[in-house]
């Protein structure tokens, strides 16, 4: 990943004119680095209109690689458990359409959100732009992705150990799909939690529309949640019940 996506450039001053190779990582990490670490540089890329557009590309490409991935990861373990529940799949196989039912579910939820993202932010007292606001939410995707990708591996292995009918109830092949599907739904919370803490510090360099409240950016964050997590599901159904013929 390091050679897909840029390092960010965030210059700090340095008291000696020679600065060591450990130093520099640190003043300079990766985007992917930065998006699993919550790096405060990733604040400054999303408030620089210069490079927002260029910030935006780079979080939808990593949200699309992440799920993408864990899409056809979720397909791969549900073709295996039907086909040794029935012994013969309907076409498409689940590897086929899972990975864009995923994607494009989630991406669908951000893009149907995006004014209400943006009229909460605003009613919430902050002067947020609305391209601001479309890379702050592709930050939830960008962080779940990210963290999907390290979790996929004991999900995928947890759902072979089900296709081997492992004697034991924590195998059942409803209870790993069931958990499969909401896995992204739940590790998504760490990206609204990403969220919260980039507002948290933007508060302050964010133009102000009106008094706030205390807590205003933990409801601004609520209603983000609560408003994605009723839209993704519904809009992952439709584009699955298209893609199936439905």
């Known amino acids: ?45 999303v408030c620089d209109n210069s490079r927002l557009t260029d910030t935006v590309q780079k979080l939808l490409m990593l949200s699309l690689v992440g799920l993408l991935t864990y899409g056809f990861a979720l397909g791969f373990v549900t073709h295996f458990i039907e086909a040794q529940a029935s012994m013969s799949l309907a076409p498409p196989s689940p590897m086929l359409w899972m990975p864009p039912t995923i994607a494009g579910g989630f991406l669908a939820g951000i893009i149907i959100c995006l004014p209400p993202f943006y009229f909460y932010t605003q009613l919430s007292g902050l002067d947020a732009s609305f391209r601001l606001v479309t890379a702050q939410s592709l930050r939830v995707l960008a962080r779940m992705s990210v963290v999907l990708l390290g979790v996929m591996p004991f999900w995928v292995a947890w759902g072979l150990g089900s296709f081997l009918q492992l004697p034991h109830p924590l195998f059942d092949p409803d209870l790993v799909l069931t958990a499969g599907f909401f896995l992204p739904f739940l590790i998504g919370l760490s990206g609204m939690w990403s969220v919260y803490r980039s507002f948290r510090r933007l508060v302050d360099r964010l133009p102000i529309t009106h008094r706030r409240r205390r807590g205003f950016v933990l409801r601004l964050v609520a209603c983000w949640a609560i408003v994605l997590g009723f839209v993704t599901p519904v809009a992952m159904f439709r584009i699955a019940n298209f893609l199936l013929g439905g």
């Not at 700090?12 to 600065?19: C, E, I, Q």
């Not at 060591?20 to 998006?35: K, L, M, R, V, Y």
């Open 1 to 45: 990943m390091e050679t897909t996506f840029d390092t960010i450039s965030t210059a700090k001053p340095t008291s000696g004119a020679h600065t060591s190779g450990s130093t520099d990582a640190e003043a300079n990490p990766g985007f992917f680095e930065a998006i699993l670490t919550d790096d405060e540089s990733v604040d400054d890329m």
